[in-house]
């Protein structure tokens, strides 16, 4: 079934679209009653349905009920209220085209421009204990069409089905949205009425009903600081980590077809601000059953960005590749230090820190830092004075959560209780996908190793390479890692050549190069780059080996007087 036609000339541009008109119809009334003053101080007119109506009624609002507006009142205890051409035809009509604004004349029905719904509590009922037709009755009908019409008609009409956004649509009550807002609220409305619908039929099939039918509530910090739709560039509906629930049953991701069947079952968390940039729309999807970034909760701080996300998944990587304390920091998804604790050391996850932010201060200047155990007072009061946009870790003390709170601007985030990695990664590429298990090859110890030049090395030093080549793991490739002391002390990564990691490296190292170890995430294809490693005076080399030239490059270690291990297994990161 084919939709109508338009010729594209005949759409009139509208961008800015006041609001003049509000249809407000909400299960959770939360809110509703501040929205509706700040609409009608703004001159809105506001129709709305029901309980809200008389909500609105009883709070001295002026409010027109639906009955009156379709001229037919409510039927079928309920089941009847909002279907009707008067309501529909005002959420439909594509006002950039003439002949449907004149046919709302015709009709004698005015149009919406601010649509407010939130949907019957389905999931809160199931899990109630309800059963049949008590469940049945609360699944909503109206609602998710006037949210569908609405969204679909997102050119003319704003779309609210969260109530954490009604601080935003408040104070835009005398501008209205522009279109690019308007969309933004039209796909999380999409995904809103999707999540509902999946619920609904997993119930019917007798599965575990997991998707929230509304989304959970802010945290407190959350809630104080919304995301800005009244900007030039919106993202939807605010950051906030899921309300506690009912934990699902766990999804077998361990293999390809497991993991996509999970991500037929992803649900949405929250949209988000923005993608990448500004300009790109994004949201948040949970696995069933998972224990990962996703559901961590945030304690502290702004919402949670796209690449907030991109960056604390990629620095919990590196900090969990470890089982000693140890800390990673990430910017841009790159490690700029990773370390483990100093022997020793009185506060270990502090020392760690200390060491890891000490490889390159300059680039962990508003990076992401993940800790691999509790955060302590003595390493809140170091990442206090640094600015940082994330902090995430398996908890903090409380004094150390309070010294960190003190910074408006770092989010905080406590891990889910047995965070783990899914069994499976997934990439999208045009046209479909690539499954894979995660990098998880354990051939950390060098007794797997094949030493091809030099000397055996002391213990110390076999230690270190041993942390590099484990560090090196999560360095985008190409990947070159120096380290001294189970600490990274220069890294070199994302270059589309080898020798241009093996500069960068050393430059960042800069006298800590000489005496450290050095570790590559794939072969030398040349001597040249080891030779800049050795020039600037490391001790020992760990790479996986395999090239054409292996042995032109063991000759250069053994020139050198150089022990140089062979993994036999890369560790790529594209």
């Known amino acids: 079934m084919s939709g109508p036609q338009h010729?594209?000339?005949?759409?009139?541009?509208?961008?800015?679209?006041?609001?003049?008109?509000?249809?407000?119809?909400?299960?959770?009334?939360?809110?509703?009653?501040?929205?509706?003053?700040?609409?009608?101080?703004?001159?809105?007119?506001?129709?709305?349905?029901?309980?809200?109506?008389?909500?609105?009624?009883?709070?001295?609002?002026?409010?027109?009920?639906?009955?009156?507006?379709?001229?037919?009142?409510?039927?079928?205890?309920?089941?009847?209220?909002?279907?009707?051409?008067?309501?529909?035809?005002?959420?439909?009509?594509?006002?950039?085209?003439?002949?449907?604004?004149?046919?709302?004349?015709?009709?004698?029905?005015?149009?919406?421009?601010?649509?407010?719904?939130?949907?019957?509590?389905?999931?809160?009922?199931?899990?109630?204990?309800?059963?049949?037709?008590?469940?049945?009755?609360?699944?909503?009908?109206?609602?998710?069409?006037?949210?569908?019409?609405?969204?679909?008609?997102?050119?003319?009409?704003?779309?609210?089905?969260?109530?954490?956004?009604?601080?935003?649509?408040?104070?835009?009550?005398?501008?209205?949205?522009?279109?690019?807002?308007?969309?933004?609220?039209?796909?999380?409305?999409?995904?809103?009425?999707?999540?509902?619908?999946?619920?609904?039929?997993?119930?019917?099939?007798?599965?575990?009903?997991?998707?929230?039918?509304?989304?959970?509530?802010?945290?407190?910090?959350?809630?104080?600081?919304?995301?800005?739709?009244?900007?030039?560039?919106?993202?939807?509906?605010?950051?906030?980590?899921?309300?506690?629930?009912?934990?699902?049953?766990?999804?077998?991701?361990?293999?390809?077809?497991?993991?996509?069947?999970?991500?037929?079952?992803?649900t949405l968390v929250q949209g988000l601000r923005y993608g990448e940039n500004s300009h790109q729309h994004a949201g948040l999807f949970a696995l069933p059953g998972g224990r990962g970034i996703t559901?961590?909760?945030?304690?502290?701080?702004?919402?949670?960005?796209?690449?907030?996300?991109?960056?604390?998944?990629?620095?919990?990587?590196?900090?969990?590749?470890?089982?000693?304390?140890?800390?990673?920091?990430?910017?841009?998804?790159?490690?700029?230090?990773?370390?483990?604790?100093?022997?020793?050391?009185?506060?270990?996850?502090?020392?760690?820190?200390?060491?890891?932010h000490a490889c390159d201060p300059v680039s962990a200047f508003g990076g992401v830092i993940a800790a691999n155990r509790t955060v302590t007072l003595a390493m809140a009061e170091t990442v206090a004075g640094i600015f940082t946009e994330v902090v995430v870790a398996p908890d903090f003390e409380p004094e150390a959560l309070e010294v960190l709170s003190r910074k408006k601007n770092v989010r905080l985030l406590r891990l889910p209780e047995g965070y783990a990695r899914e069994g499976s990664e997934l990439r999208q590429v045009s046209g479909g996908l690539l499954v894979q298990q995660p990098d998880t090859f354990d051939a950390f110890s060098s007794h797997t190793w094949r030493r091809a030049s030099g000397s055996h090395v002391s213990d110390a030093v076999l230690a270190d390479l041993e942390f590099a080549w484990r560090a090196c793991r999560s360095v985008k490739s190409n990947a070159i890692l120096l380290a001294s002391g189970g600490a990274s002390v220069g890294v070199g990564m994302g270059q589309v050549n080898r020798l241009d990691s093996c500069r960068l490296a050393v430059a960042r190292a800069g006298e800590r190069a000489a005496g450290s170890v050095a570790a590559s995430d794939a072969f030398f294809p040349f001597a040249d780059g080891l030779q800049i490693l050795l020039d600037a005076g490391i001790s020992a080399v760990v790479q996986p080996g395999g090239s054409v030239r292996d042995d032109e490059v063991i000759a250069a270690a053994e020139a050198a007087g150089i022990t140089m291990y062979l993994t036999g297994e890369r560790h790529f990161a594209h």
């Not at 019917?204 to 509304?214: K, W």
């Open 7 to 266: 010729d594209p000339s005949l759409y009139r541009p509208r961008d800015q679209v006041p609001f003049r008109r509000a249809l407000l119809s909400v299960s959770d009334k939360a809110g509703v009653v501040e929205l509706g003053e700040a609409l009608a101080a703004a001159g809105v007119e506001l129709v709305s349905t029901g309980s809200t109506a008389k909500l609105l009624a009883d709070a001295g609002l002026p409010v027109t009920e639906v009955a009156r507006v379709t001229g037919f009142a409510e039927a079928l205890d309920g089941r009847v209220k909002t279907l009707h051409p008067a309501i529909h035809a005002g959420l439909l009509a594509d006002l950039r085209l003439e002949h449907h604004e004149r046919q709302l004349v015709e009709l004698g029905i005015a149009p919406f421009e601010l649509v407010v719904v939130n949907l019957y509590p389905f999931v809160e009922t199931v899990r109630s204990g309800a059963e049949g037709d008590a469940v049945v009755e609360q699944i909503d009908i109206g609602g998710p069409a006037m949210v569908r019409a609405s969204a679909k008609n997102h050119a003319n009409v704003a779309i609210v089905t969260d109530p954490r956004v009604y601080p935003l649509i408040a104070r835009a009550a005398g501008t209205g949205l522009t279109l690019l807002q308007r969309r933004a609220l039209a796909r999380d409305a999409f995904a809103h009425t999707a999540a509902y619908d999946g619920a609904v039929a997993r119930w019917f099939a007798g599965e575990p009903v997991e998707a929230p039918a509304a989304p959970a509530a802010p945290a407190p910090a959350a809630q104080a600081e919304p995301p800005a739709l009244v900007e030039p560039m919106p993202g939807g509906t605010p950051a906030a980590p899921p309300a506690p629930a009912p934990e699902p049953a766990a999804a077998d991701t361990s293999s390809a077809s497991g993991l996509l069947r999970a991500v037929g079952a992803a």
């Open 295 to 356: 559901q961590a909760e945030l304690l502290h701080g702004k919402p949670m960005s796209f690449n907030n996300y991109v960056d604390a998944d990629a620095a919990l990587r590196a900090a969990y590749d470890f089982h000693e304390p140890a800390v990673a920091v990430v910017k841009h998804a790159n490690p700029c230090g990773i370390a483990i604790a100093a022997p020793g050391a009185a506060d270990p996850i502090a020392s760690a820190h200390e060491r890891a």
